[in-house]
């Protein structure tokens, strides 16, 4: 590990006067538990390190005046599981536990969670930066590599556990920076992307700019609300990374014979992609018709309809659309007759 | 001194064998007080870490290490190797950097400017069409045995093809398979590694190590030294697996290191260069063809197997093929696969778990065929079988394990299961067979005249128990509690006691401590019959006292007894070689073992539900550690058998998943319930004590494919079982 400074800030203002103006000299630390092992082995090595963990704003957890929870950066995981609205949002409760790791639940934190380094064991080890453009990943040995938005030199997958549910279930996240009182509220969607160049991360966050709070909207039980689910296929019981995972939001209107029928869909896959990854094709096979293993079924594989994976890495579109059909199933509370 | 007899006592005398004690190092284990050697910091001592090759073969340009020791704490920089130099693998090891602290070493390290010329490296084992293109290929060698002999004017290759042909003609069910098993890493929990420190010439070294008392002089000769001059210590060992017999050119590096600074170095390796480097267990792939009579009996076996244990082929001995079973007719062809990687390290029960697993497979996919339970055939061929342990032991052993696996009522033919959702269940079986002989080994016990007792030997503490095991037998001897004995191991200077491998250790302390106290003890009795108006033969040591034979009455407590040594503590040695004949231990376990597995036939995903291992090993000394012992070997099969392999990239050469987030070990949630029961017949216990380190791990393998081929009713050929390939399986099933 590279000798670093240590600051821990008391203040949101101070974290960003922490930060420095150029990428990859400061790193925020918040568990820390993905990013020391990346400085021990030194794929990561800022000059400074600004733990966010004392900040009191940053560990604010409760609903807001309209209803909608906030959720601050700092937040614990295991603190999240034990908030009584959380039965409002089955997607990320099953997320949560599906880690299965009280270590990385009583650790880890929401914003690291949702900003964590991309998982390619490439990257990881040094024989490749983010953003491939040597191809050694394409040649290589790609079998947990993307099977979407894999067409640039960007193969990773997005690692992050709790992103797909939180999109799914329309979170947003509290930007601050580059200036110390810049702040904007953008959805979590697009703190995402797929770099293209050299350097860039894989998020959209600015040097000098992290997440302070997320936000999930109010759910409305009283108006027969929206439900939810996760699902995430593990080679073991955890805590390491699903082989593929996928949420569900599902909207109901209206019924057909007494059964009600889906208004609306949001199906987010995880760790199939440099990103959390929309997905309009499954979207389009929910919309207005009654969940059924038959229809849930027919979600996952439009899911995977238009994936393009790479030499290697099949198996994880089966492993997608499974993980899309269980999702729909957990949402609507029906069996997935898997593990 | 009358003779002395180097028995046991019988079950029923027994205070303490066959009891169970816990560990008597478990406290200061489990509140980490314990020191292994990963915890062993000296005053002023440097930290040490070491610079990789990053290519599965590449070529040093130019290595200037100029910069590292431009960085703040940086002491010295050691090259291991120079410009010029090819590097074979993945992680080998090109210089030392040793800094005032961690930080410094690891950015001293990175600031290290090697300049390499990129090699093409193979490094799929499995691709045998490969590696013969690439001529990468050695011969393994093999063997024929058949009932007939070639008449006088036979070419003999001619008539063993016809032969061998005619045998499968004649066979009624004939059953062709691919199996295998991959490389995979020791991946001990505590690296290699350890702290060094001179006095003057004299180095006493702190080394992670399974062999105490043979590692001196492997620091001695390479720093020209005498092994005099070489003191190691190892007091606990956080896993070793067969990976940790020698000094290692590392922990000699650091030596010189320290030599030249003055200082004391700890030098530990990386995760990753212990996956990498510190000790794999070869690949072994296996084309199968046997023939077997109405019956299911096997009466000719023919295959091919390939494999590697690093740069220079080798592979899963031939010696061990066909596994246990061993049909009167059988051919068995060996290849080496030269790899790029590392050269392979004694694993667990070396050759056996492959061999097991690409044996008995087969025997499983022949019960498959038939239809019938692979109890049945597994039974029906124990007519032909080569093990250390007979034929009537894995009956009886067999019908324990159908027992407590509930197999008559659980089973179901092949691939006939009722699936729940996309979840269907199965069972299997395999079965195993180990040396466990006696090692050498000599111990010193020093009996107080206050009554305290100490026993020296320069044996090691794996985990396994040993120190409360060499408690245990001086306990046993002298009519004490196990706790009354203080344990002297883990140190080169004390009396010399074989390595830590082929599971030689409980046999040969066994044997050492048990000579020496009753070495000791008749020396005691020596001293105290005139107190008890006996002769010295006339005595025994029995629950804190010693007393007369068959007149308890006349008896002395063990505190006033040792008073009656005067001033001096009383010493007494005894040494066992191995291989010496002797009825305090023998040689030849089986075991049998079998595993009930559900698997999610969306996903791929197996998940174990129970296990069962039955396992013998003559007599048992402490049941307690002889049970985790099993348990601990049955994870680790589980492990092999569903989770971990090395995973080589093909365009780099490199050991892609080395580090821990990648190198998938089961967790507690994914081990189901494991049952172990110990098979401690009188016949058995009437061998003496026998090694049990190994053995319990050989048949997970071939236990959980099996339940995995009968869930599914096709075969996933190799392990681990990950979902993916049985996906691949069940997809080419289908086709
Ligand atoms: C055994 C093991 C298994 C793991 N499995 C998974 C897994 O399956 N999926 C997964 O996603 N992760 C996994 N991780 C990684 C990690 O532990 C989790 O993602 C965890 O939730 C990260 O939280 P943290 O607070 O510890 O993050 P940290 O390590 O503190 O930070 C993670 C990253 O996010 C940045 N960061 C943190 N907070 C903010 C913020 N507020 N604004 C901007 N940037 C920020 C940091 O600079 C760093 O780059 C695993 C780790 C271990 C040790």
């Given at each position: 590990?590279?000798?670093?400074?240590?600051?821990?800030p008391r203040?949101?203002?101070?974290?960003?006067?922490?930060l420095?103006?150029?990428?990859?000299?400061?790193?925020?630390?918040?568990?820390?538990t993905?990013?020391?092992?990346l400085?021990?082995s030194?794929?990561?090595?800022p000059?400074?390190?600004?733990?966010?963990m004392?900040?009191?704003?940053?560990?604010?957890?409760?609903?807001?005046?309209?209803?909608?929870?906030?959720?601050g950066?700092?937040?614990?995981?295991?603190?999240?599981?034990?908030?009584p609205?959380?039965?409002?949002?089955?997607?990320?409760?099953?997320?949560?536990?599906?880690?299965?790791?009280?270590?990385?639940?009583?650790?880890?934190?929401?914003?690291?969670?949702?900003?964590?380094?991309?998982?390619?064991?490439?990257?990881?080890?040094?024989?490749?930066?983010?953003?491939?453009?040597?191809g050694?990943?394409?040649q290589?040995?790609?079998?947990?590599?993307?099977i979407?938005?894999?067409?640039?030199?960007?193969?990773?997958?997005?690692?992050?556990?709790?992103?797909?549910?939180?999109?799914?279930?329309?979170?947003e996240?509290?930007?601050?920076?580059?200036?110390?009182?810049?702040?904007r509220?953008?959805?979590?969607a697009?703190?995402?992307?797929?770099p293209?160049?050299?350097?860039q991360?894989h998020?959209?966050?600015?040097?000098?700019?992290?997440?302070?709070?997320?936000?999930l909207?109010?759910?409305?039980?009283?108006?027969?609300?929206?439900?939810s689910?996760a699902?995430?296929?593990?080679?073991?019981?955890?805590?390491?990374?699903?082989?593929?995972?996928?949420?569900?939001?599902l909207?109901?209107?209206?019924?057909?014979?007494?059964?009600?029928?889906?208004s609306?869909a949001?199906?987010?896959?995880?760790?199939v992609?440099?990103?959390?990854?929309f997905?309009?094709?499954a979207?389009?096979?929910l919309?207005?018709?009654?969940?059924?293993p038959?229809?849930?079924?027919?979600?996952?594989?439009?899911?995977?309809?238009?994936?393009?994976?790479?030499?290697?890495?099949?198996?994880?579109?089966?492993?997608?659309k499974?993980?899309?059909?269980r999702?729909?199933l957990?949402?609507a509370?029906?069996?997935?007759?898997?593990? | 001194?009358?003779?002395?007899?180097?028995t046991?006592?019988?079950?029923?005398?027994?205070?303490?064998?066959g009891?169970?004690?816990?560990?008597?190092?478990?406290?200061?284990?489990?509140?980490?007080?314990?020191k292994?050697?990963?915890?062993?910091n000296?005053?002023?001592?440097?930290?040490?870490?070491?610079?990789g090759?990053?290519?599965?073969?590449?070529?040093?340009?130019?290595i200037?290490?100029?910069?590292?020791?431009?960085?703040?704490?940086?002491v010295?920089?050691?090259?291991?190797?120079?410009?010029?130099d090819?590097?074979?693998?993945?992680?080998?090891l090109?210089a030392?950097?040793?800094?005032?602290s961690?930080?410094?070493?690891?950015?001293?390290?990175a600031a290290?400017?090697?300049?390499?010329?990129?090699?093409?490296?193979?490094?799929?084992?499995?691709?045998?069409?490969?590696a013969?293109?690439?001529?990468?290929?050695?011969?393994?060698g093999?063997?024929?045995?058949?009932?007939?002999?070639?008449?006088d004017?036979?070419?003999?290759?001619?008539?063993?093809?016809?032969?061998?042909?005619?045998?499968?003609k004649?066979s009624?069910?004939?059953?062709?398979?691919?199996?295998?098993?991959?490389?995979?890493?020791?991946?001990?929990?505590?690296?290699?590694?350890?702290?060094?420190e001179?006095?003057g010439?004299?180095?006493?070294?702190?080394?992670?190590?399974?062999?105490v008392?043979?590692?001196?002089?492997g620091?001695?000769t390479?720093l020209?030294?005498?092994?005099?001059?070489?003191e190691?210590?190892?007091?606990?060992?956080g896993?070793?697996?067969?990976s940790?017999?020698?000094?290692?050119?590392?922990?000699?590096a650091?030596?010189?290191?320290s030599?030249?600074?003055?200082?004391?170095?700890?030098?530990?390796?990386s995760?990753?260069?212990?996956l990498?480097?510190?000790?794999?267990?070869?690949?072994?792939?296996?084309?199968?063809?046997?023939?077997?009579?109405?019956?299911g009996?096997?009466?000719?076996?023919?295959?091919?197997?390939?494999?590697?244990?690093?740069t220079?082929?080798?592979?899963?001995?031939?010696?061990?093929?066909?596994?246990?079973?061993?049909?009167k007719?059988?051919?068995?062809?060996?290849?080496?696969?030269k790899?790029?990687?590392?050269?392979s390290?004694?694993?667990?029960?070396?050759?056996?778990?492959q061999a097991?697993?690409?044996?008995?497979?087969?025997?499983?996919?022949?019960a498959?065929?038939?239809?019938?339970?692979?109890?049945?055939?597994?039974?029906?061929?124990l007519?032909?079988?080569s093990?250390?342990?007979?034929?009537?032991?894995?009956?009886?052993?067999?019908?324990i394990?159908?027992?407590?696996?509930?197999?008559?009522?659980?089973?179901?033919?092949?691939g006939?299961?009722?699936?729940?959702?996309?979840?269907?269940?199965?069972?299997?079986?395999?079965?195993?067979?180990?040396?466990?002989?006696?090692n050498?080994?000599?111990a010193?016990?020093?009996?107080?005249?206050d009554?305290?007792?100490?026993?020296?030997?320069?044996t090691?503490?794996?985990?396994?128990?040993?120190?409360?095991a060499?408690?245990m037998?001086?306990?046993?001897?002298?009519?004490?509690?196990?706790?009354?004995?203080?344990?002297?191991?883990?140190?080169?200077k004390?009396?010399?006691?074989g390595?830590?491998?082929?599971?030689?250790?409980?046999?040969?302390?066994?044997?050492?401590?048990?000579?020496?106290?009753?070495?000791?003890?008749?020396?005691l009795?020596?001293s105290?019959?005139?107190k008890?108006?006996?002769?010295?033969?006339?005595?025994?040591?029995?629950?804190?006292?010693?007393?007369?034979?068959?007149?308890?009455?006349?008896?002395?407590?063990?505190?006033?007894?040792?008073?009656?040594?005067?001033?001096?503590?009383?010493?007494?040695?005894?040494?066992?070689?191995?291989?010496?004949?002797?009825?305090?231990?023998?040689?030849?376990?089986?075991?049998?073992?079998?595993?009930h597995?559900?698997?999610?036939?969306?996903?791929?995903?197996?998940?174990?539900?129970?296990?069962?291992?039955?396992?013998?090993m003559?007599?048992?000394?402490?049941?307690v550690?002889?049970?985790?012992q099993?348990?601990?070997?049955?994870?680790m099969?589980?492990s092999?058998?569903?989770?971990?392999?090395?995973?080589?990239?093909?365009?780099?050469?490199?050991?892609?998943?080395?580090?821990?987030?990648?190198?998938?070990?089961p967790?507690i949630?994914?081990?189901?319930?494991?049952?172990?029961?110990?098979?401690e017949?009188?016949?058995?216990?009437?061998?003496?004590v026998?090694?049990?380190?190994?053995?319990?791990?050989?048949?997970?393998?071939?236990?959980?494919?099996?339940?995995?081929?009968?869930?599914?009713?096709?075969?996933?050929?190799?392990?681990?079982?990950?979902?993916?390939?049985?996906?691949?399986?069940?997809?080419?099933?289908?086709?």
């Open positions: 590990m590279k000798a670093f400074d240590y600051a821990a203040t949101e203002s101070q974290v960003v006067d922490l420095s103006p150029q990428a990859g000299h400061t790193e925020i630390i918040a568990g820390g993905d990013l020391m092992g400085m021990r030194m794929v990561v090595r000059d400074r390190v600004v733990n966010i004392e900040v009191e704003s940053l560990r604010e957890l409760g609903p807001d005046d309209q209803g909608a929870i906030r959720i950066a700092a937040v614990h995981l295991d603190e999240l599981l034990s908030i609205y959380l039965e409002n949002y089955p997607a990320l409760g099953q997320a949560l536990r599906g880690m299965n790791s009280m270590q990385l639940q009583a650790q880890g934190t929401v914003g690291g969670d949702i900003c964590v380094q991309p998982r390619c064991w490439f990257y990881r080890s040094g024989l490749s930066s983010l953003v491939d453009a040597q050694v990943i394409e290589g040995d790609h079998r947990n590599h993307a979407f938005g894999n067409a640039g030199p960007a193969k990773f997958v997005s690692g992050s556990r709790l992103a797909p549910a939180l999109i799914a279930l329309e979170a996240v509290r930007l601050l920076g580059p200036q110390p009182d810049e702040q509220w953008i959805p979590l697009d703190l995402y992307r797929i293209r160049l050299q350097g991360r998020t959209t966050l600015e040097a000098g700019q992290f997440v302070t709070h997320i936000r909207p109010a759910v409305d039980l009283a108006q027969g609300g929206a439900t689910g699902y995430e296929v593990r080679h073991g019981e955890g805590p390491d990374y699903p082989l593929a995972a996928a949420a569900v939001k909207s109901f209107s209206g019924s057909t014979n007494g059964v009600a029928t889906i609306d949001r199906v987010v896959l995880g760790q992609a440099p990103t959390p990854w997905s309009e094709e979207r389009r096979a919309i207005g018709r009654v969940v059924t038959q229809i849930a079924e027919e979600a996952g594989e439009a899911a995977v309809l238009r994936a393009t994976p790479l030499a290697r890495n099949r198996a994880k579109v089966q492993h997608a499974v993980a899309v059909k999702a729909v957990l949402a509370g029906l069996e997935t007759g898997g593990f | 001194m009358a003779d002395i007899q180097y046991w006592p019988s079950k029923e005398k027994a205070s303490v064998l009891h169970s004690v816990l560990r008597l190092d478990g406290l200061e284990k489990s509140v980490g007080a314990a292994y050697t990963y915890d062993i000296l005053k002023n001592q440097l930290i040490a870490q070491a610079l090759s990053p290519y599965g073969h590449c070529k040093i340009k130019s200037d290490i100029a910069p590292a020791m431009k960085v703040k704490g940086v010295h920089v050691e090259l291991l190797r120079k410009a010029g090819e590097l074979q693998w993945n992680g080998e090109i030392m950097v040793a800094a005032e961690e930080g410094a070493a690891g950015e001293g390290v290290l400017k090697v300049d390499y010329e990129v090699l093409p490296s193979f490094t799929h084992d499995e691709n045998l069409e490969e013969k293109k690439r001529k990468l290929t050695t011969k393994a093999g063997k024929v045995e058949l009932q007939n002999e070639p008449g004017d036979d070419d003999e290759e001619e008539f063993e093809a016809a032969e061998i042909e005619r045998l499968f004649e009624v069910h004939v059953v062709e398979g691919y199996y295998g098993v991959d490389a995979i890493a020791h991946c001990c929990l505590e690296p290699h590694g350890s702290t060094v001179w006095d010439d004299k180095l006493k070294a702190y080394h992670s190590t399974q062999n008392s043979g590692t001196d002089e620091f001695a390479a020209n030294i005498t092994s005099d001059d070489v190691v210590e190892c007091n606990f060992i896993g070793g697996f067969g940790k017999f020698a000094a290692d050119y590392w922990s000699v650091a030596a010189r290191v030599k030249e600074t003055g200082r004391p170095v700890k030098f530990m390796l995760r990753d260069q212990e990498k480097i510190a000790g794999n267990r070869p690949s072994g792939y296996i084309n199968v063809r046997l023939g077997a009579d109405k019956n009996v096997v009466q000719i076996w023919d295959s091919h197997h390939w494999g590697t244990a690093g220079k082929g080798r592979g899963v001995s031939q010696s061990v093929i066909p596994y246990v079973f061993r049909p007719n059988f051919r068995r062809l060996a290849t080496g696969v790899t790029n990687t590392v050269g390290r004694a694993w667990r029960a070396p050759n056996h778990p097991c697993a690409m044996t008995q497979t087969a025997y499983d996919d022949l498959a065929k038939m239809g019938v339970s692979s109890y049945d055939i597994f039974l029906r061929n007519e032909n079988i093990s250390r342990q007979t034929a009537d032991v894995y009956r009886r052993e067999l019908e394990a159908a027992k407590l696996m509930d197999w008559k009522a659980k089973w179901h033919p092949h006939k299961g009722e699936a729940q959702g996309s979840i269907v269940e199965g069972m299997g079986i395999a079965l195993h067979e180990w040396g466990g002989v006696a050498n080994s000599s010193t016990i020093r009996i107080h005249p009554g305290g007792v100490e026993s020296f030997c320069g090691q503490e794996l985990g396994t128990g040993t120190r409360t060499c408690a037998v001086v306990a046993e001897t002298f009519g004490l509690a196990p706790t009354d004995i203080k344990v002297h191991i883990g140190n080169s004390l009396p010399v006691s390595a830590s491998g082929g599971s030689t250790t409980i046999g040969a302390i066994s044997e050492s401590h048990r000579r020496a106290s009753l070495n000791a003890l008749a020396k009795f020596e105290v019959a005139g008890l108006s006996a002769k010295a033969e006339q005595l025994e040591a029995v629950g804190g006292v010693i007393r007369v034979q068959g007149d308890p009455a006349k008896s002395i407590g063990w505190r006033e007894a040792c008073g009656s040594l005067g001033l001096k503590p009383l010493e007494a040695s005894a040494s066992h070689k191995r291989g010496d004949k002797s009825s305090l231990s023998s040689e030849g376990v089986g075991g049998v073992q079998m595993a597995v559900a698997v999610d036939r969306e996903t791929g995903v197996v998940r174990m539900k129970k296990y069962v291992a039955v396992q013998d003559g007599l048992v000394v402490n049941p550690t002889a049970e985790s099993i348990y601990g070997a049955v994870i099969g589980i092999y058998a569903l989770y971990e392999h090395r995973l080589t990239d093909p365009a780099t050469g490199a050991f892609i998943n080395s580090e821990m987030a990648d190198y998938k070990l967790r949630g994914d081990i189901g319930e494991i049952v172990v029961e110990l098979f017949p009188e016949d058995q216990r009437q061998r003496g026998i090694g049990l380190g190994e053995p319990p791990v050989i048949s997970p393998g071939a236990a959980i494919s099996n339940a995995v081929a009968n869930a599914l009713g096709v075969r996933v050929p190799v392990l681990p079982l990950i979902p993916e390939r049985v996906l691949d399986a069940l997809k080419a099933g289908k086709a």
